[in-house]
């Protein structure tokens, strides 16, 4: 099958964002965890975080300022901080649900029943349930002039994590914390480890390290 | 275990690197294929496309202008054209070899053994052995202050997948095209569907459309 922006544009609107959003290969699934200045709690779901950097360790992520994004917006750039909260399977439809349009006064904790948590002089509500959390300082958000949407670039504050996750070399095994990736807007995967594979060099192939690790 | 900014940073620099690149959740492991005017193809994997926009069709990425990212930044700078292509399990090795830092005039493709393919009067090549591939023209190309990482914006241009991986609502089905997670730097995952969840609404809990869906 071949499609050309031409014919994307003419499929119906529904059709068109479900495609499109399968396009980029697997997301990640996080719940971002925000607290207004007025203590008014706000817990989203985003597919869009990625790595931004090691050195210094940054995170972006994409908000769309008119969606149900609009209060996470509106209170990490009021507050400064922010919380990722990485969805494991037993979370999951709760994590979901905070998609829901609720109104302002509603706390999306309460409404799916995660539990809010907090670190001393951190504003920003963590999920206590989630597994593999990080506290976040906004660095600069800006308007891509393209379509609107939001680049979000925070510095990584804390790390909260499981002693058994990282291995002797840094790596954290997301899998063994049970972190699902996301395809599309709504679907949903565990993960199976294939393996990792050796630093890549050009005068010789690469080869697995770990084969079918868990 | 708590990290902080400042314990991170006493770290060991491979530890950090390894650490804080698991810390976004799962990644899409896509290849970026390019051609300069000259004639030269450049294949290279990359763990940081994501979903911008269903309307106008956007993705965004980031590239490191010093590393190995290097040529593709250049061509599809210089061309206006890229393309991205998911990689899957019988094509991994090969997609993760293009990550070895090779010379200007070796082209990825020939040292990993994947096939360029070219549609007409589009100039960046697409890996034939790739299932689902896209076709991009670059938007904007913006150095990001933070860290000098580039963030490239393209618009979808072509969408090449098989018929069958295409749902009546224009989901595709990411997971039947055997298209693998990326974990940190090197760690690679197929996925098992958990299912697809409901359209999220606060008056009522969301419900699976698909359970254990393959």
């Known amino acids: 099958m071949h499609l050309t922006a031409d014919t994307l544009n003419d499929l119906p609107r529904g059709q068109r964002i479900n495609l499109v959003n399968s396009l980029s290969g697997?997301?990640?699934?996080?719940?971002?965890?925000?607290?207004?200045?007025?203590?008014?709690?706000?817990?989203?779901m985003v597919g869009s975080c990625f790595h931004l950097g090691a050195d210094p360790a940054l995170?972006?992520?994409?908000?769309?300022p008119h969606s149900v994004d609009r209060h996470s917006l509106e209170y990490l750039a009021a507050t400064g901080v922010y919380t990722?909260?990485?969805?494991?399977?037993?979370?999951?439809?709760?994590?979901?649900q905070t998609s829901a349009r609720?109104?302002?006064?509603?706390?999306e904790f309460t409404a799916t029943g995660l539990t809010p948590s907090y670190l001393p002089a951190f504003q920003a509500p963590f999920v206590e349930e989630a597994r593999i959390k990080l506290g976040m300082?906004?660095?600069?958000?800006?308007?891509?002039?393209?379509?609107?949407?939001?680049?979000?670039?925070?510095a990584i504050e804390h790390i909260l994590l499981p002693d058994n996750a990282v291995e002797n070399?840094?790596?954290?095994?997301?899998?063994?914390?049970?972190?699902?990736?996301?395809?599309?807007l709504d679907s949903y995967?565990?993960?199976?480890?294939?393996?990792r594979l050796s630093y890549?060099?050009?005068?010789k192939p690469t080869h697995w390290l770990h084969d079918n690790a868990t």
């Open 26 to 44: 697997f997301k990640s699934a996080n719940l971002v965890g925000t607290c207004s200045d007025g203590g008014e709690e706000n817990l989203a």
């Open 59 to 64: 995170m972006g992520m994409i908000m769309r």
């Open 137 to 154: 300082v906004v660095i600069e958000t800006q308007t891509l002039a393209v379509n609107d949407t939001v680049l979000v670039i925070g």
């Open 200 to 203: 890549a060099k050009p005068d």
């Open 189 to 195: 995967h565990r993960s199976q480890s294939i393996g």
């Open 102 to 107: 609720y109104p302002r006064e509603i706390s």
């Open 169 to 184: 070399d840094g790596f954290v095994n997301i899998e063994r914390a049970g972190t699902v990736a996301l395809s599309g």
């Open 84 to 96: 990722l909260n990485q969805v494991h399977e037993d979370i999951l439809k709760a994590a979901h």
